[in-house]
């Protein structure tokens, strides 16, 4: 059986945290109003978030996107090996509005599926394989807050179903913008205790296994206590394993962040060569700057490959590895004598690059 919706795609997640205002709370901010000395209308009582509150239709048909939308958002990468085609994202959203809008009983049991692992069935029925991968689509680039209460409506209704990755996805989602204790994420708390606690080695969400204790683990860091960071450290071992334990067909789609957090959390405990095995590691298996940065620190200054995992980490944006670029560059000032002025020169305008890429300083 094919792979199900890979989750790979929710590191863009990481950087909607400016969006997700916008609709987290079930409403947009009210417009701003120009100075008048006209009474002020009496503001309605906001509606107090419960479970349900990412269920509720707050959405039209006229909130489903156009082709034109679908055609320039899912292509690779974001969609791999065009699992999914514009016109099915688009005829599932369609169909799945007109059915929660029409809501009949029982609904969702009659007309989606959440076991599907294509982006059609023979029954007729909706598969969650497709609205998942739209529900992300409509997350990451529409513009609406029709559109995005449309992606939680359709995430929390898989959660509910039991669909792994949008159970896995709105978790994340009410976690990374500190919310998951809020009772809008309750499904979606409910749905990532429920995976971790019994895990079904024959259904698919066995092949989220890595993700889940990844994730859970995540949760138990942001806790803050000495409790917490020894589940999240057991929780990043067993992510391990099971990894491991899966052989070649084996996903694990947040292992970087895994690695990250375990990795940390081992330097925190003094463990600083189990810390640089596992980096060491993760750095010839997965091309991922932060774990190249992170690795690097830890290697000795005469070490040559060290300059050189800092380098690639500051151009592919991380901060910390520029800034950290900018300090060797003007220290070399400093430790090699014989220097031309005009060499100097040149080396105090490349720290300044790299400051400026680091968001400390301007490069002009």
Not at 43 to 55: D, E, G, M, S, Y
Not at 174 to 186: M, R, S, V
Not at 271 to 296: G, M
Request: hydrophobic share 40%.
């Amino acid at each position: 059986m094919p792979p199900r919706p890979p989750l790979r795609q929710l590191t863009r997640l990481y950087t909607l945290s400016y969006q997700l205002p916008k609709f987290h709370h079930g409403r947009l901010p009210p417009p701003a109003r120009s100075i008048s000395t006209t009474p002020a209308p009496r503001v309605k009582a906001r509606v107090p978030l419960h479970r349900n509150t990412f269920i509720k239709i707050r959405f039209t048909e006229a909130d489903v996107p156009s082709l034109p939308f679908w055609t320039k958002h899912t292509i690779p990468p974001f969609v791999p090996n065009g699992e999914v085609s514009p016109t099915q994202c688009l005829e599932a959203c369609k169909r799945y509005v007109h059915l929660a809008i029409e809501n009949k009983p029982n609904w969702q049991q009659r007309n989606l599926s959440p076991t599907a692992a294509s982006p059609t069935t023979r029954d007729g029925t909706i598969p969650f394989f497709t609205l998942h991968y739209a529900a992300i689509t409509l997350l990451l680039f529409a513009q609406t807050p029709g559109n995005r209460f449309l992606a939680l409506h359709i995430l929390t209704t898989g959660t509910t179903a039991g669909y792994a990755p949008s159970a896995l996805t709105l978790a994340r989602l009410g976690h990374k913008t500190n919310n998951l204790e809020n009772p809008q994420f309750a499904h979606a708390k409910e749905s990532l205790a429920k995976l971790l606690a019994s895990p079904d080695r024959s259904s698919s969400s066995s092949e989220y296994r890595p993700d889940t204790l990844t994730l859970a683990a995540l949760v138990q860091i942001a806790t803050n206590t000495r409790a917490g960071t020894d589940r999240a450290t057991q929780l990043l071992e067993d992510a391990s394993k099971a990894y491991s334990a899966a052989g070649e067909n084996a996903v694990w789609h947040w292992r970087a962040r895994g690695v990250l957090a375990l990795s940390r959390l081992l330097l925190e405990r003094k463990q600083t060569a189990r810390a640089r095995a596992i980096l060491s590691a993760a750095v010839k298996e997965l091309d991922d700057p932060e774990i190249c940065f992170q690795y690097a620190m830890l290697l000795p200054r005469s070490d040559p490959q060290r300059r050189v995992l800092i380098q690639r980490a500051a151009v592919s944006g991380v901060e910390e590895a520029a800034r950290e670029m900018a300090k060797e560059t003007l220290e070399s000032l400093e430790e090699e004598k014989g220097l031309s002025a005009w060499e100097r020169k040149a080396r105090g305008v490349i720290a300044d690059e790299w400051a400026g890429i680091a968001g400390d300083k301007a490069i002009l």
